[in-house]
């Protein structure tokens, strides 16, 4: 079974919305140290991963969770909210539900004067496993 991480990264990759860099479990080290605030950047976390669904002393499902923070280029030059919108109807399409979506927030974070935008979300999925 793919990982659920991988399976949101799929959704994210063939949506056709403007994001630069979809990663997965953490930001490899050399984009952390770039410090670049020109690229749209995913990361993608797992939450949750528990046995659901449970019946004649089993489980038949995981019920998953994924954190995803978007990171938006200081040019972005679309509207966030709708942005955002789109994305999550495309997880909603693939059988995912929004679980949260959190204000938006500047990064402070950056040795720059100018801060990148950053939206936190979570979604949830029921994934049924084979035996």
Avoid: C
């Amino acid at each position: 079974m793919i990982r659920p991480v991988n399976m949101v990264e799929n959704i994210i990759n063939t949506s056709g919305l403007n994001v630069d860099d979809v990663f997965t479990d953490e930001i490899p080290e050399e984009n952390l140290k770039n410090d670049d605030l020109s690229r749209t950047q995913i990361l993608i976390t797992e939450a949750r991963s528990t046995p659901a669904t449970w019946g004649n002393g089993t489980f038949y499902d995981l019920d998953v969770a994924i954190d995803i923070q978007i990171f938006y280029s200081v040019d972005f030059n679309e509207d966030m909210t709708v942005f955002e919108v789109k994305l999550m109807k495309f997880f909603e399409k693939n059988g995912w539900r929004i679980a949260d979506s959190q204000p938006h927030y500047p990064d402070i974070s950056s040795s720059s004067e100018v801060h990148q935008i950053i939206k936190n979300m979570a979604i949830t999925k029921n994934i049924g496993i084979e035996d």
